[in-house]
């Protein structure tokens, strides 16, 4: 099977998630699976589980998604979303610790080149400053 | 004691009430320290719980504090959603009807390691932890007066989070400015408490 790793995107607003979800778009096209959302249930800043399982969903790749979040809340809420996932899944699903907007991009550069999730990763976390 | 469906009822409702009514609050407090939405996030997770104590309470002990988990994870929208829902979900895992202090402290035990890992955080981080574990200290000791016992750790330990710096979540960014502020989350968990043992107190 030839399909990419997919890569999601979480950010506390729904603004910057779609910005970087537009300029993930513009590198790679549709050649990587890609879901993003950003905002609280209601709508306000913040995240929400069920949104990023729905992101989860819909960046789904048999390979594997990377999701790369923004700030401590969307991190902790993807952790969490992972864990609730069918059992089928959880095991390959990471979230990078990455910046978001760099991160996404780099990370889906990576994939589209069909790079396994363990190098997408990578990628995307050679980005941290350590 | 015993925890059937008419405790477990109240215990929901008392608790989702008095988060609700202190939203405000914790919102102040976040905003000294953090992003100010502590309040919206626990008034939206409790008003959820609060909506359905009802039906959840119709299940076991057990289950129905996953329903609340489960609630808390899917509706809060912060970091606090899956921190107080893992506890409410890993507290089910352990708890069954029949209530002894000793069960109790057991699975506090093992709900805080869960939050411990879930947040990657520790005591004496100005968190929640600086609250629920000096709380799990009065179970673990038993005894006469535990409620009030309870309770006055929980308000003694969110006031001891004041002088503490932050090294977790978003008032870490502020370094030593997160000094002087009590910690949100330890708030919230000293309300939490407060509405549990108070419950307890009325039915013990």
């Given amino acids: ?130 | 004691m015993m925890i059937d469906r008419q405790v477990r009822k109240l215990l929901f409702e008392t608790v989702a009430q008095r988060v609700i009514a202190s939203a405000d609050e914790l919102s102040d407090l976040d905003r000294a320290i953090g992003d100010g939405d502590h309040g919206i996030n626990m008034r939206r997770g409790f008003e959820a719980v609060l909506a359905t104590a009802d039906e959840l309470s119709e299940k076991p002990l057990g289950e129905s504090l996953k329903g609340v988990g489960t609630t808390l994870v899917m509706k809060v929208g912060g970091a606090s959603g899956p921190l107080y829902g893992t506890l409410f979900m890993s507290l089910g895992k352990s708890l069954t009807d029949e209530v002894s202090c000793a069960q109790a402290a057991d699975a506090v035990a093992a709900a805080l390691e869960a939050v411990k890992a879930r947040g990657k955080s520790d005591v004496g981080q100005k968190t929640m932890l600086d609250v629920l574990f000096p709380v799990l200290g009065v179970l673990r000791e038993g005894g006469v007066d535990i409620a009030a016992r309870l309770k006055a750790a929980a308000r003694t330990a969110a006031e001891n989070t004041i002088p503490m710096r932050a090294i977790r979540g978003r008032a870490s960014f502020l370094g030593e400015r997160s000094i002087g502020h009590m910690d949100p989350g330890a708030r919230s968990s000293e309300l939490i408490v407060g509405a549990v043992a108070d419950v307890m107190e009325g039915f013990a």
Avoid: F, Y
């Fill in chain 1, 1 to 130: 099977m030839s399909e990419n790793v997919g890569i999601v995107i979480v950010s506390h607003s729904a603004d910057v998630a779609r910005g970087t979800a537009l300029m993930v778009e513009q590198m790679v096209g549709p050649e990587v699976p890609l879901g993003w959302c950003g905002g609280d249930p209601d709508g306000g800043l913040g995240t929400s589980v069920e949104a990023i399982m729905k992101a989860i969903d819909q960046a789904w790749s048999e390979r594997g998604v990377a999701i790369l979040v923004d700030l401590g809340g969307a991190e902790t809420n993807s952790e969490m979303a992972i864990e609730m996932l069918p059992e089928a899944r959880r095991g390959r699903v990471v979230v990078c610790n990455a910046p978001v907007v760099e991160g996404a991009v780099m990370a889906a550069t990576e994939a589209a080149s069909g790079a396994t999730l363990e190098a997408v990763r990578r990628t995307a976390e050679e980005l941290t400053p350590v």
